[in-house]
């Protein structure tokens, strides 16, 4: 591919050099939005097929819906892939222990519970997609549920998707939101089912509410003064309405909470990710972060004051705070924590043995693993337009047989004559 010519002056930008020319970014675009665009058509045509399940068994329904978000998962994967391949760094604190390992093909194998919430800190658009992959590799990337701004549901063919998928989608106003979260929440909660009849669910809640920017930023430090408490350095105060709600109304349904913590090297103290690392940049450009890093832990629900708002405030602060200090020891030894215990290898025949380890921060704790966004076999690439394909295949078989029947009825009928 073209890259940018030599002769031209140094390139200053935080996120390195052009590694793609004009040419080169040209053919890159239309690259990616011909894949993206064919595959999603292929996702929510593939939908609208199975819609009539709806009417006869919701349960097919909605583990029909749950295969086409497989799908979803799959076209995200690759596309992180083959646009914007860059070293993942993956680690936990001793919550996780035993939960995440790496396979002998380097790949990511995540066993995390089928039902949970998950909340992270909210760097760049890029996040979910990186989230996305994470149930991917926990094979639960068909059970993923977001919260969305309501005008995203739209979007053309994406938002369709996204509406079938049974996102919840928000207006920002509670009075309007708050009976359709109230009902979107009570069929994830599925209380009516026992335990081990209810649907995996990842809801996953960006508590910040937005992405850090210069404006978060400020409206950050101004309720943080106006409320008499200290700010974050490297990440906004959380907002806790949403999330608060949202274990109310799952309560008991759900066991766990998932904290990610994410962090894009390559972003100084007084810069911002979405500044840096824009959309063109990555998928075009060829700017990427030299890493992205993920730190997991969990809490039990049944442990969290989500009962009682003023403890519930505390207990979300002081987790904030954790992640907060989390950020300051990346950025000073570009690594965040890991656990001491040793990262397993799985082999054909199980473990075969423990994990290098990848990478320390000061306080000596280690065992990070060290991998990258990949799919676990090609094979699964051509599912994505499965249903499609077959549909056509029927209705061309169909067509065909229509056609010679026609045919024969219509030479009866004139030897009849």
């Known amino acids: 591919m073209t890259t940018a010519s030599d002769s031209q002056p140094p390139d200053t930008h935080l996120a390195g050099k052009v590694r793609y020319g004009g040419v080169s970014q040209a053919i890159r675009l239309i690259m990616?939005?011909?894949?993206?665009?064919?595959?999603?058509?292929?996702?929510?045509?593939?939908?609208?097929?199975?819609?009539?399940?709806?009417?006869?068994?919701?349960?097919?329904?909605?583990?029909?819906?749950?295969?086409?978000?497989?799908?979803?998962?799959?076209?995200?994967?690759?596309?992180?892939?083959?646009?914007?391949?860059?070293?993942?760094?993956?680690?936990?604190?001793?919550?996780?222990?035993?939960?995440?390992?790496?396979?002998?093909?380097?790949?990511?194998?995540?066993?995390?519970?089928?039902?949970?919430?998950?909340?992270?800190?909210?760097?760049?658009?890029?996040?979910?997609?990186?989230?996305?992959?994470?149930?991917?590799?926990?094979?639960?990337?068909?059970?993923?549920?977001?919260?969305?701004?309501?005008?995203?549901?739209?979007?053309?063919?994406?938002?369709?998707?996204?509406?079938?998928?049974?996102?919840?989608?928000?207006?920002?106003?509670?009075?309007?939101?708050?009976?359709?979260?109230?009902?979107?929440?009570?069929?994830?909660?599925?209380?009516?089912?026992?335990?081990?009849?209810?649907?995996?669910?990842?809801?996953?809640?960006?508590?910040?509410?937005?992405?850090?920017?210069?404006?978060?930023?400020?409206?950050?430090?101004?309720?943080?003064?106006?409320?008499?408490?200290?700010?974050?350095?490297?990440?906004?105060?959380?907002?806790?309405?949403?999330?608060?709600?949202?274990?109310?109304?799952?309560?008991?349904?759900?066991?766990?909470?998932?904290?990610c913590t994410m962090a894009y090297e390559g972003i100084p103290r007084d810069k911002y990710g979405q500044d840096i690392f824009t959309l063109r940049a990555q998928y075009l450009q060829g700017r990427l972060p030299k890493s992205v890093n993920l730190h997991f832990r969990r809490f039990r629900i049944s442990e969290i004051p989500y009962n009682d708002t003023a403890e519930f405030e505390q207990w979300m602060r002081a987790r904030w705070i954790e992640k907060d200090q989390m950020m300051e020891t990346y950025m000073q030894t570009g690594r965040l924590p890991g656990d001491d215990e040793e990262v397993e290898v799985l082999g054909k025949g199980g473990i075969e043995k423990p994990g290098k380890l990848v990478g320390k921060t000061e306080t000596g704790k280690g065992n990070i693993i060290e991998t990258e966004v990949k799919l676990r076999s090609w094979l699964e690439v051509p599912r994505v337009y499965a249903v499609l394909g077959v549909t056509a295949l029927m209705a061309n078989i169909v067509s065909k047989i229509w056609a010679i029947i026609s045919i024969s009825t219509g030479a009866r009928v004139r030897a009849q004559i």
């Not at 596309?79 to 002998?104: E, L, M, N, Y």
């Not at 519970?113 to 991917?136: G, K, T």
């Not at 990842?202 to 850090?212: A, C, H, K, S, Y």
């Open 32 to 259: 990616f939005l011909l894949y993206f665009a064919a595959g999603s058509i292929a996702i929510v045509a593939t939908q609208f097929i199975g819609a009539p399940l709806y009417f006869y068994n919701r349960d097919w329904f909605y583990a029909y819906i749950a295969l086409t978000k497989q799908s979803f998962g799959i076209l995200v994967t690759t596309g992180t892939q083959w646009w914007t391949p860059t070293v993942i760094r993956v680690s936990g604190d001793r919550s996780i222990r035993g939960q995440i390992r790496i396979t002998k093909d380097g790949l990511l194998e995540c066993d995390f519970p089928e039902r949970m919430v998950f909340i992270a800190n909210h760097q760049l658009y890029s996040d979910w997609l990186y989230i996305w992959w994470i149930a991917y590799s926990a094979r639960m990337h068909g059970a993923i549920y977001i919260i969305l701004k309501e005008s995203l549901k739209w979007v053309p063919i994406v938002g369709w998707g996204m509406q079938f998928y049974g996102f919840i989608f928000l207006a920002r106003k509670w009075d309007k939101d708050q009976k359709r979260f109230q009902h979107r929440l009570q069929l994830l909660a599925a209380k009516d089912r026992k335990p081990a009849e209810r649907p995996p669910m990842w809801l996953l809640i960006f508590p910040e509410g937005t992405n850090m920017c210069s404006n978060a930023r400020a409206s950050s430090k101004k309720f943080a003064d106006k409320m008499g408490i200290k700010d974050h350095e490297h990440v906004l105060l959380p907002r806790i309405t949403g999330l608060q709600y949202c274990l109310k109304q799952l309560d008991e349904s759900v066991e766990w909470l998932y904290d």
